[in-house]
């Protein structure tokens, strides 16, 4: 099982950036995927997360993100993505996705992590 996230980079307060995390090794449907990141200094945390095995479309995000951020996931392509607008500084951080089998934000329920990729918001 691997996972390469990719879509990161640096952008200015209020501005949008798309995160991808391709799968391969697995079916993305089969895990529950989730967006975490981690800020300097800062525990990991889970920003969204998405299950489309028995419920098409369960969705769900940290309160900090809600109204702002989006994920989705196409089945087809085996990729997952988290969509981020009106981007603040504080959402500065490395950002990872991860697969587990559990519909949880807690980075102890899944199994499979990517490397990361860094969002800088000034």
């Known amino acids: 099982v691997q996972l390469v996230e990719s879509g990161g980079g640096s952008v200015q307060a209020g501005g949008s950036l798309r995160l991808s995390c391709s799968g391969s090794?697995?079916?993305?449907?089969?895990?529950?995927m989730g967006w975490f990141r981690q800020g300097p200094g800062k525990e990991r945390e889970g920003v969204a997360r998405?299950?489309?095995?028995?419920?098409?479309?369960?969705?769900d995000y940290a309160d900090s993100v809600k109204g702002r951020f989006t994920i989705s996931q196409d089945n087809a392509k085996n990729t997952v993505y988290l969509e981020m607008n009106s981007l603040k500084p504080e959402d500065t951080a490395m950002y990872y996705c991860?697969?587990?089998?559990?519909?949880?934000?807690?980075?102890?329920?899944?199994?499979?992590w990517g490397q990361g990729t860094q969002v800088t918001v000034s």
């Open positions: 991860a697969a587990g089998p559990r519909f949880t934000f807690s980075p102890s329920d899944y199994n499979y």
């Open positions: 998405v299950y489309t095995g028995y419920y098409t479309g369960l969705t």
């Open positions: 090794g697995y079916t993305v449907s089969s895990y529950c």
